[in-house]
């Protein structure tokens, strides 16, 4: 599809291209100034770094130099690949919570811009969605609970998000796309590379009737560092994350802790209290850093509850009088049982 920009000019997108291309993903002392100053101007400042050996920015901006930003958007679209930035209308508005949500591992801040494959609308997709992760080395339990959740989910109407990896992660796309849904796949490398290997087919499944997605830019592989940075996608995209089975040193925490950083809804599916793979997301369940949930209804039921709180957080900000709680003949006809929340759909943003 193509990229529709709501008041971006093309220096601005270049820059963001260049910065893609040099830059490790979720680099907060880029990405951060990139949301306060824009491209063009964090450009600059490398730019006179180049000359100055012991500045932080001397190395990336000798690696500046040697990216030719329009030639690399050519080479991305004719693989179908393209590259969207804040302010296209297809940027998940969600993503402007990264600027806010701290840092994990040194890595933070929202994208300067994201690499995707696929027909669909990022922002429409995502604006529904569900992060489903976990252990990579995914019990016949975890994996079939995986696979059972995101299946409902797909069916009930949510966009099921995760990231490709063994385990979990498939075991979610894989029961989306059994249902028929979309399914979105946020990668530590390029939307080019599949990683692992094995998973190439079902990365061009995903792509065909999903997104994949990805900070780094085409043709990067994935690194350490990369994955940390990959995780903070998965949260900002998501409505909130389910993790399935996940140890206590497991990298699913990570992106529930990006999720709580974001105040998100974080979930547990809880696991065999003798299964070392579920140590870490029963803990989390144990301490209320998430809430436990056994069925698709109940994370729909979660996300509801949390946007409803939201709802009336923000009406209490803006001053607005809740007269549910008004005695008889005060409170307006349109007062119900007082405290009462009336059904909603699921949350979309």
Do not use: C
Not at 167 to 194: C, E, F, K, M, Y
Not at 197 to 206: C, F, N, T, W
Not at 211 to 218: F, G, I, M, R, Y
């Amino acid at each position: 599809m193509s990229t529709t920009r709501i008041d971006v000019d093309d220096v601005d997108r270049l820059g963001r291209v260049t910065l893609s291309r040099s830059i490790e993903p979720g680099d907060l002392r880029v990405t951060g100034l990139v949301s306060e100053l824009g491209a063009g101007k964090v450009l600059g400042y490398l730019e006179a770094a180049g000359d100055v050996e012991s500045h932080w920015g001397f190395a990336l901006a000798q690696e500046l130099g040697r990216v030719d930003p329009a030639q690399v958007l050519e080479q991305a679209a004719a693989r179908g690949i393209r590259f969207i930035v804040p302010g296209d209308a297809e940027w998940p508005t969600q993503f402007g919570a990264l600027r806010n949500a701290g840092a994990l591992h040194e890595r933070g801040g929202e994208p300067v811009g994201l690499w995707v494959r696929g027909a669909h609308d990022l922002r429409q997709l995502a604006g529904n969605s569900v992060a489903v992760v976990g252990s990579r080395a995914a019990t016949s339990y975890g994996a079939k609970q995986a696979t059972e959740l995101s299946r409902d989910l797909a069916t009930m109407g949510h966009t099921v998000i995760s990231g490709l990896a063994y385990g979990v992660d498939q075991a979610a796309h894989r029961g989306a796309l059994i249902a028929g849904g979309p399914t979105i796949a946020v990668l530590p490398g390029g939307v080019d590379r599949p990683y692992p290997a094995a998973h190439a087919q079902l990365l061009e499944a995903i792509a065909e009737r999903g997104l994949v997605v990805s900070e780094a830019p085409p043709g990067a592989g994935p690194t350490r560092t990369r994955f940390l940075a990959r995780n903070r996608v998965v949260a900002g995209l998501s409505e909130g994350t389910v993790v399935v089975e996940a140890a206590l040193r497991s990298g699913a925490l990570n992106t529930a802790h990006w999720t709580t950083n974001l105040h998100r809804p974080v979930m547990g599916v809880p696991g065999p209290v003798s299964s070392a793979a579920s140590t870490g997301v029963n803990q989390l369940v144990r301490l209320g850093q998430a809430s436990m949930v056994t069925s698709a209804q109940d994370v729909i039921t979660d996300l509801t509850t949390h946007a409803n709180a939201a709802a009336t957080s923000a009406d209490g900000a803006s001053g607005e009088l809740d007269e549910s709680f008004i005695p008889g003949p005060v409170s307006s006809m349109r007062s119900g049982v007082p405290g009462s929340v009336a059904p909603v759909a699921a949350p979309r943003r």
